[in-house]
T-cell receptor, first 116, second 112 residues
Framework: GAGVSQSPSNKVTEKGKDVELRCDPI?????LYWYRQSLGQGLEFLIY????????KSGLPSDRFSAERTGGSVSTLTIQRTQQEDSAVYLC??????????????FGPGTRLLVL | DQQVKQNSPSLSVQEGRISILNCDYT??????FLWYKKYPAEGPTFLIS?????DKNEDGRFTVFLNKSAKHLSLHIVPSQPGDSAVYFC???????????FGTGTKLQVIP
């Protein structure tokens, strides 16, 4: 059984460019989460999806960040007009459902983004 | 505002001894706590969790203790093994709310 996969594994981009990060959750998992980890920081919650809808977008740092999920499966996180402070490891996780009972989240390996 | 704090960025322990990783939180609404382990270049993997209705949960060599009055939890690893060397993240969530708040992690090194 495949785990959560993310692509690309590494991305170097120039300031001002747009980037798109992809997450493939574990098959059958209805909940999907995006986090980021900046250097020396903990994991910062960005957004989560239950199915294709995003009940909680409170963690998105600015309106340059957006995410979508289609078909209840793959999700993309888009960062427009990237800034150097966007450099971080972006982690995706999925869980069976998001009912608040503490379901285990399974993480992907992350995408390491460097904005020059 | 760091609601989940891991004040020790690193810890070294001799193989076979006990490793104790600490975590403090400030949000009294948190009622479920998790520990994750992370190896370099990999995503975090779930290790053990505890609900606020309990004060201890044990799984093999791993035990998590929760002191709600002190807003403190700890992860005990006994006996520690070299393969336990990793970064350990403490995490917490409030009931019915899916946002999980993570600490900054503690890097554990188990010395053979």
């Amino acid at each position: 059984g495949a785990g959560v996969s993310q692509s690309p594994s590494n991305k170097v981009t120039e300031k001002g460019k747009d980037v798109e990060l992809r997450c493939d959750p574990i098959s059958g998992h209805t909940a999907l989460y995006w986090y980021r980890q900046s250097l020396g920081q903990g994991l910062e919650f960005l957004i989560y999806f239950q199915g294709n809808s995003a009940p909680d977008k409170s963690g998105l740092p600015s309106d340059r960040f957006s995410a979508e999920r289609t078909g209840g499966s793959v999700s993309t996180l888009t960062i427009q007009r990237t800034q150097q402070e966007d450099s971080a490891v972006y982690l995706c996780a999925s869980s069976l459902e998001a009912s608040g009972r503490g379901e285990t989240q399974y993480f992907g390996p992350g995408t390491r983004l460097l904005v020059l | 505002d760091q609601q989940v704090k891991q004040n020790s960025p690193s810890l070294s322990v001799q193989e076979g001894r006990i490793s104790i990783l600490n975590c403090d939180y400030t949000n009294s609404m948190f009622d479920y706590f998790l520990w994750y382990k992370k190896y370099p270049a990999e995503g975090p993997t779930f290790l053990i969790s505890i609900s606020s209705i309990k004060d201890k949960n044990e799984d093999g060599r791993f035990t998590v203790f929760l002191n709600k009055s002190a807003k403190h939890l700890s992860l005990h690893i006994v006996p520690s093994q070299p393969g336990d060397s990793a970064v350990y993240f403490c995490a917490a969530r409030a009931g019915g709310y899916q946002k999980v708040t993570f600490g900054t992690g503690t890097k554990l090194q188990v010395i053979p």
